[in-house]
């Protein structure tokens, strides 16, 4: 993915974040343990276990020292980094966000 298109998405989710009715970031990063158990139980249906797995890999990336471009070449080695934690963080903030809704929703749904 391209840095801009990671920089439009980082955008994106912190706009998403900061709308009214929106759960706010605190809401959203207590619910990623959550969002994380109810994929791997194939509880919530909005997200796959593929899409978890290739988070999953984002953050392998980001604290393995074996990187694409390496970090001892300093500014170019630390950009590629920088974008897939841009990328996690939105997609994280973005899902988890979607998955406060959605239980939201079920809270709303059950029967009382």
Do not use: C, H
Request: hydrophobic share 45%.
């Amino acid at each position: 993915m391209a840095k801009a298109a990671r920089a439009a998405q980082a955008w994106r989710a912190y706009r998403n974040v900061t709308e009214p009715g929106s759960p706010g970031l605190g809401t959203r990063l207590r619910a990623i343990p959550k969002l994380i158990g109810a994929v791997m139980r194939g509880r919530y249906p909005g997200m796959s276990r593929s899409k978890l797995a290739t988070m999953g890999f984002g953050v392998l990336y980001i604290i393995s020292p074996i990187d694409a471009i390496p970090d001892f070449l300093v500014l170019i080695g630390v950009v590629d980094d920088f974008g897939v934690f841009l990328w996690l963080m939105g997609s994280l903030l973005g899902e988890s966000g979607r998955y406060v809704d959605w239980e939201r929703g079920q809270v709303r749904a059950s029967p009382s």
